[in-house]
């Protein structure tokens, strides 16, 4: 009787039992069913941060709503074409990147247009020479980069009168030694020194018609 009795005990519970959970699955799932959708959510939003922009060309843009920046992402990561504007449209900055970093040849531009400054890059570093020039696309300054920074090697230094005409010019290599050259407006030169590699120099001064006339080296 005890085992008749206790099999029939089981038998109801289980009886009882198995209804109560499903109907308390059935209640649940709506409720599961917002809990997964959440985490998708969540997860995707990870992931973006993560791997960062989707492929393709993102622009953002001034509030007076022109282009500023424009870019290509490739695999998340910056890869193509990327350029920034001033807010009138014309370009102020343009540079390749490949893999997040910038290489070749960086491009500045005056806001009339007008080239600035060129630099090479490699890997994100300014490695190469850097060419400078004024508004009216006149180079002013050229030097020699490595790992970002001036390495002082070889260096060119230019000025100009409000003409155009070239004023002043300077060239040093640490290997080979230099010049200055200073110009009277009419293009005759009126101080010519020679650098030698140890820094040591000699003057030779000139009048506006091209007549020698010392070789004395002005005060430092």
């Known amino acids: 009787m005890r085992k008749i009795t206790f099999g029939i005990t089981i038998a109801q519970s289980r009886s009882s039992a198995t209804p109560n959970i499903g109907l308390a699955c059935r209640e649940k799932m709506p409720k599961c069913r917002k809990v ?25 843009y001034y509030d007076s709503g022109g282009v ?28 390749i990147y490949v893999k997040d970093k910038r290489q070749g040849v960086l491009t500045e531009y005056h806001p009339n247009g007008v080239l600035r400054t060129t630099i090479e890059y490699i890997d994100d570093f300014a490695n190469g020479v850097v060419d400078r020039y004024d508004e009216k696309g006149r180079l002013r ?73 010392s070789d004395e080296c002005p005060e430092e």
């Open 68 to 95: 500023h920046y424009e870019r290509t992402f490739k695999n998340g990561q910056k890869d193509g074409q990327a350029r920034e504007y001033y807010e009138d449209g014309t370009v102020k900055r343009e540079v």
């Open 141 to 213: 300054h050229s030097s020699i980069y490595e790992n970002d920074k001036p390495n002082n090697k070889e260096v060119k230094q230019f000025d100009y009168f409000d003409g155009g005409q070239l004023k002043y010019e300077y060239y040093f290599n640490e290997d080979e030694g230099g010049y200055s050259k200073t110009y009277y407006e009419n293009g005759q030169v009126s101080l010519d020194i020679i650098i030698d590699w140890l820094g040591l120099y000699e003057c030779k001064n000139y009048d506006k018609e091209g007549n020698f006339i």
């Open 36 to 60: 997964f959708a959440l985490c998708y959510i969540i997860v995707f939003f990870l992931c973006s941060s993560a791997f960062g922009q989707e492929d393709g060309v993102n622009r953002e």
